[in-house]
């Protein structure tokens, strides 16, 4: 361990300062850190947003001004995020930072590193299918929303493609018994049901009634919660682990979990039932939303049948106009 800075070698008893971080000098660790520190607590604070926004009536000014503020710390999060994981992945000093602490203080892997940045834009993406995809309803030839959509599933593409890059990556060049994959694998779905949800309308030349916005806004909302969850789990629980257990960890060796290893049924495995558990209350919140909304629809009447492209013509215009004036 001689290549390491000397109070870097001293055991953390901090938990912001549970990874090693060193940047050159005293103002670039100080930097990181203070990044760091920002993105943990808006990561924190998006948790609890989602929780109060989830608990109270749908439309209410508390649920509309929680779920602003948590779409807007998770926003943070994502642009916070990625540079730091950039900066952990491309750094001279990653030699410095990459090293292996005994208990719950070890550090993020580089697979770990890449799957958070394809979080970062799929979060990004499902945040604007949430929030500005909602307000899209008239579908038919002509209609500018048309343009709209293709931009929201041109973005869902660069995310799938992103995926797959960072999935090869982590397989070829890395450890791919690592649990970012399954995080990659995750949020590739998301962006694949987004991009098909997107595409039928498209094809349909119709209007997209109300209920059926309202469930795209719920799902990318609902996932974002749960993934909000997982990431406090693991990102605050260890340290605190450690701190109750007076041992954050000291260096041990030069870190090798990013090399390339033989696959891990237990290590891949394992992660994706911690996935699973913590997404969960947001799967079941999920179904609970779509299947509430689906009954609501249903008592108005306004469970339309779909209406194909070869069906296009006046009748079905003025079908559209009445909805569209119905919804507004």
Request: aromatic letters at 16%.
């Amino acid at each position: 361990m001689e290549d390491l800075p000397p109070y870097e070698c001293e055991p953390l008893h901090s938990l912001i300062a549970r990874k090693p971080v060193y940047y050159g000098c005293d103002g670039g660790s100080l930097t990181f850190k203070v990044f760091l520190g920002m993105h943990g607590i808006c990561g924190l604070l998006a948790c609890v947003m989602a929780i109060i926004a989830m608990s109270v009536t749908k439309g209410q000014t508390v649920h509309k001004l929680c779920g602003w503020l948590f779409s807007f710390l998770m926003l943070t999060v994502a642009l916070i995020g990625g540079p730091l994981d950039l900066t952990r992945l491309f750094s001279p000093f990653r030699p410095y930072n990459d090293v292996n602490l005994s208990h719950f203080a070890t550090p993020s892997t580089s697979p770990s590193h890449l799957g958070f940045f394809h979080a970062g834009f799929s979060l990004i993406s499902m945040l604007i299918q949430a929030l500005w995809g909602k307000n899209l309803s008239d579908f038919q030839a002509g209609s500018p929303h048309r343009f709209y959509a293709k931009l929201l599933m041109a973005f869902n593409i660069w995310n799938l493609v992103l995926g797959i890059i960072c999935a090869f990556a982590i397989v070829v060049l890395f450890n791919p018994s690592t649990g970012a994959l399954w995080m990659i694998i995750t949020f590739f779905a998301f962006e694949t049901t987004n991009f098909i949800g997107w595409l039928k309308f498209l094809e349909q030349y119709r209007i997209v009634l109300y209920w059926e916005r309202m469930l795209i806004h719920q799902f990318n909302l609902s996932m974002l919660s749960g993934f909000a969850w997982w990431s406090a789990l693991q990102g605050f629980l260890p340290p605190l682990m450690g701190f109750i257990h007076h041992n954050l960890g000291e260096h041990t060796g030069p870190f090798m979990g990013d090399k390339p290893g033989k696959f891990s049924f237990s290590s891949f495995f394992g992660f994706l039932l911690f996935w699973a558990i913590s997404f969960s209350p947001a799967i079941v919140l999920w179904l609970y939303f779509r299947k509430r909304r689906l009954r609501m629809a249903a008592e108005k009447g306004e469970l339309q049948p779909l209406l194909k492209k070869d069906e296009i013509n006046n009748e079905t215009t003025e079908f559209g106009a009445e909805k569209k004036k119905e919804i507004d």
